[in-house]
């Protein structure tokens, strides 16, 4: 079983390589630790649930890419063996062959916006395990980079983006290397809290117990001992007998 200080150090070297797999793994291992360390489970499963998206989400455009790949060298190849020989019939297989070209660009460019959909996903989970974290363990460095992050990924469109994450990384890695071992709001009272002291409101206003006697002078209109209703000039209570 890994300690609170590994899993602090794994998560940060993983932050500042997460773009390998090595980096992956070395995040999910320290956030899984860290996760039952602060004893909440958004921090591990948000970034579990992210991860699968954005491998899924890198495999897309490359599957794609391949696929294109293939049909341009397999339509050169086609072309050059019947261009030659069949004439008309070569004219007729070269527009076949152009169609599943297109046909491929086309399943290309719907794999790229699938991909485009699945890391923005991807990113939404990190994040939301960014600001569990952050609450649990009081470091908002880890807002910080989740918001670098979120940003980086709708940019990601325009190059730019990628700068973003890596930068929202590597203020993660700060933000793992600086933790602190205890959980935000987890102190003990090493003596008992004062009377009328309660964590979720202070103090409470003190009451006093002691009854407020009638002015000297004043004569009562109630019996001291039962309360009973008595007349101004009553010397004993009609109701228990006790002089007033």
């Not at 004893?39 to 899924?56: F, H, W």
């Not at 527009?95 to 990113?123: E, K, N, R």
Request: one cysteine or more.
């Amino acid at each position: 079983m890994t300690t609170f200080g590994t899993n602090k150090i794994l998560a940060g070297i993983g932050s500042i390589i997460y773009g390998s797999i090595v980096g992956i793994i070395l995040v999910l291992i320290g956030m899984k630790g860290l996760s039952e360390h602060y004893k909440d489970k958004r921090i591990y499963d948000g970034l579990v649930k992210g991860t699968i998206l954005l491998i899924v989400g890198t495999i897309l455009p490359i599957a794609g890419g391949i696929t294109l790949l293939f049909s341009v060298l397999g339509g050169i190849g086609l072309s050059g063996a019947y261009g030659g020989y069949y004439g008309d019939y070569g004219d007729y297989g070269m527009g076949a062959i152009t169609a599943g070209v297109m046909m491929a660009i086309v399943g290309v460019i719907i794999c790229f916006i699938v991909s485009f959909i699945l890391d923005l996903l991807a990113v939404r989970y990190i994040k939301n395990c960014f600001h569990a974290l952050a609450e649990r363990s009081g470091k908002h460095l880890f807002h910080t980079a989740a918001t670098l992050i979120w940003v980086g990924a709708i940019l990601t469109i325009i190059g730019f983006g990628f700068f973003l994450i890596w930068i929202g990384f590597i203020i993660a890695a700060i933000g793992f290397f600086t933790l602190d071992e205890t959980p935000i709001g987890a102190g003990n009272f090493s003596t008992p809290p004062p009377q009328g002291y309660t964590p979720q409101y202070g103090y409470a206003p003190q009451q006093s117990n002691t009854q407020s006697s009638p002015a000297p002078g004043a004569k009562a209109n109630f019996c001291p001992n039962c309360g009973t209703p008595v007349t101004p000039n009553a010397t004993f209570c009609a109701n228990c007998g006790k002089q007033i």
